[in-house]
């Protein structure tokens, strides 16, 4: 079956500096991945999704690779602020209709 | 902006008890998702509507858990008797089109479960 293995240890960085999380994936791939943040209590909210034929995809301070032959997608948070601390979840859709998600990587960041 | 309305936010229950959860998707959301995230851990597709019907349901434990979308809207989650095990977050969302249509989930803010 597939697996997605994120950071399981929280990722501590100073403001200002960039965030890299990384996503790692078993078996097939997927037709398309993506990214959500998830505050405490709270449900996950979509950042950004990118797909098997694409290489990189940005929304303002936010940056996604997928690199079909690693089996791996990046997430950079550039300029990162306090507000950006969070949970980021990976999630990838192997083209049916389900979508695995993996348990997340904590993020803190530091003014 | 639209989102997607669970409730209760937060339930508490002894074992062998029976709880539902109830969500309303967005409009015109055709897919509906009920997913089970235990804390620290992702969260695990339990059932996937699209419209009145399952279109998966393998990981939905059905000898105590029953789903339903009568009319393609509303979606309710019961858990019938709830055992320890199944203290989580219960997280409903909801998306335009399902499978490969490349679309994002919006979620709820979810129901904590607590099973005493």
């Known amino acids: 079956s597939q697996k997605i293995e994120q950071n399981s240890e929280a990722l501590n960085i100073q403001e200002g500096k960039t965030a890299t999380l990384t996503c790692n994936y078993t078996n097939y791939s997927p037709a398309y991945l993506q990214w959500y943040r998830q505050d405490p209590g709270r449900g996950p909210v979509f950042l950004l999704l990118?797909?098997?034929?694409?290489k990189e995809k940005r929304k303002e301070r936010l940056k996604v690779t997928f690199d079909t032959t690693l089996k791996q997608s990046l997430f950079h948070i550039t300029a990162s602020q306090p507000a950006d601390s969070a949970t980021y979840l990976c999630?990838?859709?192997?083209?049916?209709?389900?979508?695995?998600f993996g348990a997340g990587t904590r993020l803190f960041v530091k003014a | 902006e639209a989102e997607v309305a669970q409730s209760p936010r937060y339930k508490i229950t002894e074992k062998s008890q029976a709880v539902a959860f109830w969500c309303d998707p967005i409009?015109?959301?055709?897919?509906l998702y009920w997913y089970r995230q235990i804390l620290g851990q992702g969260p695990e597709l339990l059932v996937q509507?699209?419209?009145?019907?399952?279109?998966?349901d393998s990981q939905l434990p059905k000898d105590r858990f029953s789903a339903e979308r009568l009319k393609g809207v509303d979606s309710t989650l019961k858990i019938q008797p709830a055992e320890l095990g199944d203290s989580a977050m219960y997280l409903c969302a909801s998306s335009l089109k399902g499978g490969s249509s490349y679309n994002e989930q919006f979620f709820g803010p979810g129901t904590r479960l607590t099973v005493l």
């Open positions: 409009s015109g959301h055709a897919t």
């Open positions: 999630a990838l859709n192997t083209g049916g209709f389900k979508t695995i």
């Open positions: 509507f699209q419209d009145e019907s399952v279109v998966d």
């Open positions: 990118i797909r098997e034929n694409e």
